[in-house]
């Protein structure tokens, strides 16, 4: 057995060090991480395990909320866990915890070391998990989307995939790439919208020793990292010519070149794109290459507004009701029906990921009236036929339920000014959780933050943050 798996171990934050680590080690594994169950999913991503065990000091609840986290991590993900029987409430799909294995309470290293082999046999003999849908919705559009994901996920061709922003496209992707027969392998996302052109080509191909002033070692890029599996590429649409000459290259002859390097490299790698910018006329205007087009579009996925799926706002708003009430440690909170009213007559602008928002701060305040507010003052704005496209309601971050409350008394509904005043408590809550978690590792931690080490001691000092 492979003892170099990336264990993750998730447990209560006041467990240091448990019988639990120490036997996992006393097996023969040394690779590992600890986490807790209100370790943010980005966070859980970043630390790349290949099984998970939940400790036995968290109750049903937490166990829950880990589970969900790790399947939408990874559908194809064992976890292991020392609670006999998981309680799984109405509303919520128990399709995540098939395939869960079970340790006693206090397992033994030769017990550890069975259950792993045998959840990894299991994930072995899984191909295919039809079971897990990230694509929720019961509507002719969503049902037509799964239907064209299980035509095209175990044929190994490039997908791309189109809609306004907050569609849900990186959803689709995961559930091609998990559905495919590349799901052993991983799934490695990259946004050419977030990083400028230097940045993002040494992202994606890497680069030499030498390449450039900070290039001090040889560091593989996103391409490699996808070998064997599926590479997304989220808002291809701004990519630079220059860069889009270099793509056509991956996808033509599956080879391509580290940056500072001479030597062509193979690899084995799917590629998925997305784009909420119209190609065609990117093409039509000289800005997008009609050849790299036509290589994406082999076959194309359109994820429909919410306002073209209006019969799937009742299913949508039950699933993020309920996973942000795990997530938040809330009571179940329910709609009153002249909300879901508003809810369905709303043109949502900012489509799944405006609705997850407005649903996400109604749990932490505990309080419709906000939506209320806010969705009518928007649709009178529609009706009279404001200047302008409408625009989505802020994003909002999980900040603490007092401090909200006592912002909005002070400074009335906006949810634009919640979102200003704190932002950056929740980026020094994030930075601080991970420097925890690192132990202080600075270089660890920035690389899991995915920014610069410069950036990172820049927010410490910014922040004050001190061990």
Same mark, same amino acid.
């Given at each position: 057995?492979?003892?170099?798996l990336?264990?993750?171990i998730?447990?209560?934050?006041?467990?240091v060090?448990?019988?639990l680590?120490?036997?996992?080690?006393d097996?023969?594994?040394s690779?590992w991480c600890t986490?807790?169950q209100?370790?943010?999913?980005?966070?859980?991503e970043?630390l790349?395990?290949?099984?998970?065990?939940i400790g036995?000091?968290l109750?049903?609840?937490?166990v829950?909320?880990c589970?969900?986290a790790?399947?939408?991590?990874?559908?194809?993900m064992?976890v292991?866990?020392?609670?006999k029987?998981i309680?799984?409430p109405?509303g919520?799909?128990?399709?995540?915890?098939d395939g869960i294995?079970?340790?006693s309470l206090?397992p033994?290293s030769?017990?550890?070391s069975?259950a792993i082999?045998?959840?990894?046999?299991h994930k072995?003999?899984s191909?295919?998990?039809?079971?897990f849908q990230v694509?929720i919705?019961q509507?002719?559009?969503?049902?037509?989307i799964r239907?064209?994901i299980?035509?095209?996920?175990?044929k190994d061709i490039?997908?791309?995939?189109?809609?306004?922003?907050?569609?849900g496209?990186?959803l689709i992707?995961r559930?091609?790439h998990?559905?495919?027969l590349r799901?052993?392998?991983?799934?490695v996302?990259?946004?050419? *919208?977030? =990083?400028?052109d230097d &940045?993002l080509e040494?992202?994606v191909f890497?680069?030499?020793r030498?390449? !450039? #002033?900070?290039a001090?070692r040889?560091?593989p890029?996103?391409?490699?990292?996808?070998h064997?599996?599926t590479l997304f590429?989220d808002?291809? *649409?701004? =990519?630079s010519?220059? &860069?889009?000459v270099?793509f056509l290259?991956?996808?033509?002859?599956?080879? !391509? #070149?580290r940056l500072g390097g001479t030597?062509?490299?193979i690899i084995n790698?799917?590629?998925?794109?997305?784009?909420?910018s119209?190609?065609h006329?990117?093409?039509?205007?000289?800005?997008?290459r009609k050849?790299?087009?036509?290589?994406?579009?082999?076959v194309?996925?359109t994820a429909?507004?919410?306002?073209d799926r209006?019969d799937d706002?009742p299913l949508?708003v039950h699933?993020?009701?309920n996973?942000?009430?795990?997530?938040?440690?809330?009571?179940p909170?329910e709609?009153?029906?002249?909300?879901?009213?508003?809810?369905?007559e709303y043109?949502w602008?900012?489509?799944?990921?405006e609705?997850?928002?407005v649903i996400?701060?109604?749990?932490i305040?505990r309080?419709?009236?906000?939506?209320f507010?806010?969705?009518n003052?928007n649709?009178?704005?529609?009706?009279?036929?404001?200047?302008?496209?409408p625009q989505?309601?802020?994003?909002q971050?999980?900040?603490d339920d007092?401090k909200?409350?006592r912002?909005?008394n002070e400074?009335g509904?906006s949810?634009?000014?919640?979102?200003?005043?704190?932002?950056?408590?929740a980026?020094?809550?994030?930075?601080l959780d991970m420097l925890r978690?690192?132990q202080w590792?600075?270089?660890?931690?920035?690389?899991?933050?995915?920014?610069?080490y410069?950036?990172?001691l820049?927010r410490?000092?910014?922040?004050?943050?001190?061990?």
């Open positions: 057995m492979n003892s170099n990336n264990i993750l998730i447990q209560s934050p006041t467990v060090f448990s019988k680590e120490s036997r996992i080690k097996a023969g594994f690779l986490a807790t209100d370790t943010p999913i980005g966070q859980l970043a790349n395990p290949q099984l998970a065990i036995p000091s109750n049903n609840d937490e829950l909320r589970i969900h790790l399947k939408i991590v990874n559908p194809a064992p292991l866990t020392s609670r029987e309680c799984v109405g919520l799909s128990a399709a995540p915890f294995h079970y340790l206090e033994s030769d017990e550890i069975k082999e045998m959840s990894l046999k072995a003999e191909t295919l998990r039809p079971n694509v919705g509507g002719r559009e969503c049902m037509a239907q064209k299980q035509n095209v996920s175990d490039t997908v791309l995939i189109t809609g306004e922003t907050g569609t496209k990186e992707a559930s091609i998990f559905h495919s799901n052993k392998g991983p799934l996302k990259i946004n050419c *919208g977030a =990083l400028p &940045l040494s992202e890497g680069f030499q030498g390449a !450039f #002033t900070d001090h040889d560091k890029g996103r391409l490699e990292m996808a064997g599996g590429i808002e291809i *649409g701004n =990519l010519l220059s &860069l889009q270099k290259q991956v996808l033509e002859e599956k080879t !391509f #070149t030597e062509d490299k790698t799917r590629v998925v794109a997305a784009t909420n119209d190609l006329e990117l093409v039509r205007k000289g800005a997008f050849d790299l087009f036509y290589r994406l579009n082999i194309n996925i429909p507004p919410l306002r209006r706002i949508l699933y993020f009701i996973r942000y009430c795990f997530e938040f440690k809330k009571e909170l709609m009153p029906d002249h909300i879901l009213n508003l809810f369905m043109h602008p900012g489509n799944i990921r609705l997850e928002n996400r701060l109604a749990v305040l309080d419709w009236n906000f939506a507010k806010e969705l003052i649709n009178i704005k529609q009706k009279k036929g404001a200047v302008g496209p989505p309601l802020p994003p971050l999980s900040w007092e909200i409350q912002t909005f400074r509904f949810l634009k000014k919640v979102s200003k005043t704190y932002v950056s408590e980026e020094k809550k994030a930075i978690q690192t590792n600075r270089k660890k931690a920035a690389r899991l933050l995915r920014i610069s410069k950036t990172l820049n410490i000092e910014e922040f004050d943050l001190k061990p």
